[in-house]
């Protein structure tokens, strides 16, 4: 079974970066796509980025400019990079995987203050 973990959230001054991490056990497999969402409370999850097996990548326009999704195959590792962020970023962020099924992290929180 694969297994995704999270790390890297916390919290930070408005203007500031974070890089999440999104680590994958196992090896032996490839990635269809990886891909970044957040959720903050009462709201719906909400996409961010994805990177393809090619390595083409998709933003949101809320954080287009901002934030930039990357991968080390190797690793089995995927990481959003997020500079510039704002209070209206603070969210659970949660990555997910395709292999052959979608899999899912436990989420890291990010707080942006004022």
């Known amino acids: 079974q694969v297994q995704l973990v999270e790390s890297g959230g916390g919290l930070v001054q408005a203007g500031g970066s974070l890089r999440l991490s999104c680590a994958a056990s196992?090896?032996?497999?490839?990635?269809?796509?990886s891909g970044w969402f957040r959720q903050a409370p009462g709201k719906q999850r909400e996409w961010l980025a994805t990177?393809?097996?090619?390595?083409?990548?998709n933003y949101a326009d809320s954080v287009r400019g901002r934030f930039a999704i990357s991968r080390d195959n190797a690793k089995n590792t995927v990481y959003l990079q997020m500079d510039g962020l704002k209070p209206e970023d603070t969210a659970v962020y949660y990555c997910?995987?395709?292999?052959?099924?979608?899999?899912w992290g436990q989420g890291t929180q990010v707080i942006v203050s004022s």
């Open positions: 990177i393809i097996r090619d390595g083409s990548t």
């Open positions: 196992g090896s032996g497999f490839r990635i269809a796509y």
């Open positions: 997910n995987c395709y292999i052959d099924m979608v899999y």
